[in-house]
């Protein structure tokens, strides 16, 4: 009977016989090597040891750096979690500003009009324009028939809208915008600055400038120089005034040029004789508001890159 060629597995068990044997052989011989001739035995398994040391250094510096890995991520997430959990401090209003009802100034020794070579009101395609400054500004006023006794909030534009009529004109003069007190008082609402029985929150002046493509910064070099300065580089100004020929509580008006005298040019939302006076610099410096806070009381104003506007009506409220 003819014999069958050994399977694969007894052919893979002697293969795995052989190698243990080997091992077992290489061991033993290594042992007596070891015992026998120890510098042989050094030479053979240096290189061993060596591998065996620089893995052992490798893991220990991997371990070490994943332990520091660990450590900064875990300080990370309590710093972070500190922040996320701590208490946020309480948003604070915004004061309440001065009382802008319109009214009678404290000083009435009102300066007389300019000759209408320095400045004059002029009515182009039926929109007012005050001549003579830095640019030509959209006049507006506040006791016009035409918005005078239309809401501002729950108040009167006639009665409180120095600030939307103010800014009403900057935005006018100096941007592409079609506005009037009206729009300007509705849009003021919509967005938080009207001051109930007080006219405007102060942020009104940075927050409108902001929302319609213009740059408002404060202006704290309160000199004639630099107020004259100023306007001769062709920015209009906004003033929030005090007590005196202006108002007797608060109001803005604008600053839109100097004279060849020296004199400087206003835009007072509450009366066109004002605006078509001349004004020391000196008066309307020691005029400005005593208020301080979000830039006040008086304002650069001056065009910049458009920016996207915040909601805007166009229609009349």
Avoid at 211 to 225: C, D, H, I, N, Y
Wanted: with cysteine; glycine share 8%; charged share 20%.
């Amino acid at each position: 009977m003819k014999r069958q060629p050994p399977s694969n597995h007894k052919k893979r068990n002697i293969v795995l016989v052989v190698l243990l044997a080997l091992l077992c052989i290489g061991g033993v011989e290594l042992a007596a090597c070891r015992y026998f001739a120890p510098e042989q035995y050094e030479l053979i398994t240096a290189p061993v040891r060596r591998a065996a040391a620089a893995a052992a250094g490798a893991c220990r510096s991997a371990a070490e750096s994943a332990a520091a890995l660990l450590e900064g991520a875990a300080g990370q997430l309590q710093t972070a979690w500190a922040e996320f959990t701590a208490p946020k401090p309480e948003p604070q209003p915004e004061p309440e500003p001065e009382n802008q009802m319109a009214g009678e100034p404290t000083l009435t020794d009102v300066l007389p009009v300019s000759d209408p070579a320095v400045t004059e009101l002029v009515l182009t395609e039926g929109q007012q324009f005050l001549t003579g400054g830095s640019t030509d500004i959209v006049y507006f006023c506040q006791g016009d028939e035409a918005w005078s006794s239309l809401p501002y909030g729950s108040d009167k534009i006639g009665g409180y809208g120095c600030g939307p009529t103010a800014m009403a004109m900057a935005v006018a003069s100096l941007t592409d915008t079609q506005t009037d007190p009206a729009l300007m008082s509705q849009w003021a609402v919509e967005h938080g600055y009207w001051a109930r029985k007080s006219g405007s929150y102060l942020s009104i002046v940075e927050g409108t400038a902001r929302a319609f493509g213009l740059q408002a910064e404060s202006f704290v070099e309160r000199t004639p120089e630099a107020l004259l300065d100023e306007l001769l580089s062709g920015k209009l100004m906004v003033a929030l005034m005090g007590p005196g020929h202006f108002t007797n509580r608060g109001h803005f008006i604008l600053l839109r040029g100097v004279t060849l005298s020296g004199e400087v040019l206003v835009a007072d939302p509450n009366s066109p004789e004002r605006s078509l006076s001349v004004w020391d610099p000196q008066i309307i410096l020691d005029e400005l508001s005593t208020s301080t806070h979000n830039g006040a009381p008086l304002w650069s104003l001056y065009t910049e890159e458009p920016l996207l506007e915040e909601s805007y009506s166009s229609q009349t409220p």
